[in-house]
């Protein structure tokens, strides 16, 4: 069973950046595909990126592309989610997922996925 630790979150201004760190522990990450999830308040949990577990292959909500991007460093055991020009509405907590196998065709949904980070706050604001 995999467990995963999210970190790199915090306060930044608009037009910033932040990297995201997924950390894994408990089993090697480069079986697992990760996807990216974010729930800002009041609203639902939204998947909008993954990384495919053995050939790197990538996915990213179309309105994010350009922006936002994930890659994974198996030897670390860790996927990362770089985020630039950082917007007020980028605001959400993010978690990590994982489930063995490929990543599913599509937005990531909650319910393909099993094994969960505890999340971590990006506040985006002046």
């Known amino acids: 069973q995999v467990q995963l630790v999210e970190s790199g979150g915090g306060l930044v201004q608009p037009g910033g950046s932040l990297r995201l760190s997924c950390t894994a522990s408990?089993?090697?990450?480069?079986?697992?595909?990760i996807a990216w999830f974010r729930q800002a308040p009041g609203k639902e949990r939204e998947g909008f990126s993954g990384i495919n577990d053995s050939d790197g292959r990538t996915y990213v909500l179309d309105y994010l592309k350009g922006r936002f991007t994930v890659s994974r460093d198996n030897a670390k055991n860790t996927v990362y989610l770089q985020m630039n020009s950082l917007k007020p509405e980028d605001t959400a907590v993010y978690y990590c997922?994982?489930?063995?196998?490929?990543?599913?065709?599509?937005?990531?949904?909650?319910?393909?996925?099993?094994?969960w980070g505890q999340g971590t706050q990006v506040t985006v604001s002046s």
């Open positions: 997922a994982a489930r063995a196998g490929s990543l599913p065709p599509g937005p990531p949904e909650t319910f393909e996925y099993i094994y």
């Open positions: 408990g089993d090697t990450l480069d079986s697992y595909a």
